[in-house]
């Protein structure tokens, strides 16, 4: 009888903003197990979605008759989140996935990395005028980084509370890589660009010139960015543990146990800012669309620094390859090569992305610093 009564009362407690997180979280893993959209990161944001909308939850702290229960959600989003240790220790493990060798062998390619984090600086002006305060506006532009860890540890530096949009927005639109950028790409390019054939000439990159660089790096952003030195630090240790020849087992650990398992923890732990009150709101759809245009515009940046160095190079490159500088690793770099395939089943465009997809998550946590230096706190 005490269940029954149980039950009753919290189909009582539901309401229809909770019934619609429901159905959000149902879409996030649908897109995950049907679609096969990044499921390490949409299937745990979907369930933990649907976990905290359940009427009280005892996955968040609730306050019942004056006496607060924490729940497990929240201490996880407490202590691995709000103190940016998830996203630091996920750096680790990109880091570890990382080349640089490419980049190494042709460092020309760092400045498609910069040009891709143009729509950062215009979504930061554009959700000024709509008016999101500085530090919301800047939170919200880092979207365009494509980079969820930079995102999130930049929404809590400045402690916005539309952390929860800014996170889900920047992990759905890494996810929807293969559907957004390549009509961008097609309506900036002619057929006669994108079938341009570039060589490529391996060079010889030590194993010297491996392990200093991501020392060099790090030096070098602390100096320039010093609130980026963290995120970048972490990225470049994640790199200096593959490359340096004498941690093996535990590089491997890093790109796979430990990468895995942080984005798991990570996915559902966000739920945690998607309860339906905070997250069903106009707003939220404004940031939705904020970051969607940060996304664009970074994508277009690339392509069209490409398309100027063209005016004035006499060897021609294909502007396609500038749209992989967003930092969303590995996935951009293979957009673009699959649309070179597409044009011509004989140009191979891997890896020239793939160095500057590289790039392009150096330069999204450079690019994150700035703004944190730039925006006080």
């Known amino acids: 009888m005490d269940g029954l009564e149980s039950l009753f009362s919290n189909v009582l407690n539901l309401n229809i903003k909770q019934v619609v ?6 879409i996030l893993i649908y897109l995950a197990i049907r679609k096969k959209m990044e499921p390490t990161l949409l299937l745990p944001i979907g369930f933990g979605a649907i976990l905290v909308n359940l009427p009280l939850s005892g996955a968040i702290t609730q306050t019942t008759d004056g006496v607060v229960q924490e729940g497990p959600i929240s201490i996880l989003f407490n202590n691995g989140i709000a103190n940016e240790l998830f996203p630091l220790l996920l750096f680790v493990g990109i880091g570890a996935m990382i080349d640089f060798g ?3 062998s042709n460092p020309k390619l760092m400045i498609f990395g910069a040009a891709a984090q143009f729509g950062i600086f215009f979504t930061l002006s554009m959700a000024s005028l709509f008016g999101f305060e500085l530090k919301d ?11 969820g860890p930079t995102s999130i ?12 949009a800014i996170i889900v927005a920047a992990y759905s639109y890494m996810a929807l890589v293969p559907i957004v950028q390549p009509p961008v790409i097609k309506l900036l390019t002619t057929k006669k660009e994108r079938r341009i054939r570039m060589e490529y000439k ?16 790090t030096i070098l952003t602390g100096l320039v960015a010093p609130n ?11 790199n200096l543990i593959r490359e340096c020849g004498v941690l093996d087992s535990l590089s491997k650990t890093a790109q796979s146990v430990l990468s895995n398992l942080i984005t798991l923890f990570l996915g559902i732990t966000i739920a945690e800012k998607m309860q339906a009150d905070a997250f069903l709101d106009p707003t939220t759809l404004l940031i939705l669309g904020l970051g969607l245009v940060a996304f664009i515009f970074d994508t ?14 006499k060897k021609k490159i294909n502007p396609m390859i500038g749209a992989a500088g967003i930092s969303a690793f590995p996935m951009s770099a293979r957009v673009v090569h699959k649309l070179g395939l597409e044009e011509d ?27 944190l230096n730039l925006i006080a706190r």
């Open 345 to 371: 089943s004989a140009n191979f465009l891997l890896t020239h992305t793939i160095g500057i997809n590289v790039s392009g998550q150096i330069a999204s946590v450079i690019a994150g610093g700035l703004i």
């Open 228 to 238: 980026a030195v963290a995120l970048i630090g972490f990225l470049m240790f994640g």
């Open 21 to 26: 997180m429901w159905i959000i979280g149902g």
């Open 137 to 147: 506006a800047a939170s919200i532009a880092i979207i365009g980084a494509a980079d």
């Open 300 to 313: 277009a940046g690339g392509v069209l620094f490409a398309k100027l160095i063209n005016l004035f190079s």
């Open 202 to 217: 391996a060079g010889n990159v030590s194993k010297t010139a491996k392990i200093i660089f991501p020392i060099f790096v």
């Open 153 to 164: 540890f930049v929404a809590n530096y400045f402690g916005t509370k539309y952390i929860g």
């Open 102 to 104: 490419p980049l190494l």
